[in-house]
């Protein structure tokens, strides 16, 4: 069933929050970059929501990827922030949107996971819960980690497979494992499918 249009011509990223969509413009200094869809009304409002503060100006989820998974009422963005050229440096970076908050909401910077190399930030990939934790894993095989919202606490997890490839990869959790679909890892097209084992890394 078609329904109403963004009213923008920009990529987003969503995610749901009690009955509504969020979606955040994944382009860095974008007007209008916030905005809710109710199903209830079939319409889009980029008006009532918080918008980033001057902070996230630097913050990026395109181009090598985001994400953006809600925990409770608090929207958790996973991108990176990158510096003025001539060095384009790029590091990991966390913000949080609390919908529950007055006046549409309000941004903290959350936790940032330690980079332990130059590409081991999330630049897309899958995002999912379980028992509260957020679980990332990303496209370039560097990047498997939890984070604990109630800590703000980044885990490193168990190494990916040698050679996987998760571009555009989706996960979902299922009696205690995590399951990843990946597109491609150079060779297998859009046949990759593997399981995490949460409670034993693996």
Request: proline share 6%; net charge negative.
């Amino acid at each position: 069933t078609r329904k109403a249009n963004t009213g923008t011509q920009n990529q987003h990223l969503i995610t749901a929050v009690n009955g509504k969509l969020y979606a955040i413009d994944a382009f860095r200094n974008a007007a209008d970059r916030v905005g809710t869809y109710d199903p209830a009304t079939d319409q889009w409002d980029w008006n009532s929501v918080a918008q980033p503060p001057p902070g996230m100006d630097n913050f990026n989820m395109l181009y090598t990827g985001g994400g953006a998974i809600a925990v409770g009422s608090k929207i958790y963005y996973l991108g990176y922030e990158q510096t003025p050229p001539p060095t384009y440096q790029l590091t990991p970076a966390t913000w949080v949107l609390d919908t529950a908050a007055p006046g549409g909401g309000t941004w903290t910077q959350g936790p940032a996971p330690a980079a332990q190399s130059r590409y081991d930030f999330f630049q897309g990939g899958g995002l999912g819960l379980h028992d509260g934790k957020l679980y990332a894993v990303d496209t370039n095989r560097e990047f498997f980690k939890s984070l604990d919202p109630a800590t703000s606490t980044w885990t490193a997890l168990a190494p990916q497979a040698l050679g996987i490839c998760y571009a555009f990869a989706t996960n979902a959790a299922i009696d205690g494992k995590l399951y990843y679909l990946g597109v491609h890892d150079g060779n297998l097209g859009g046949k990759l499918c593997y399981a995490y084992d949460i409670a034993t890394s693996t």
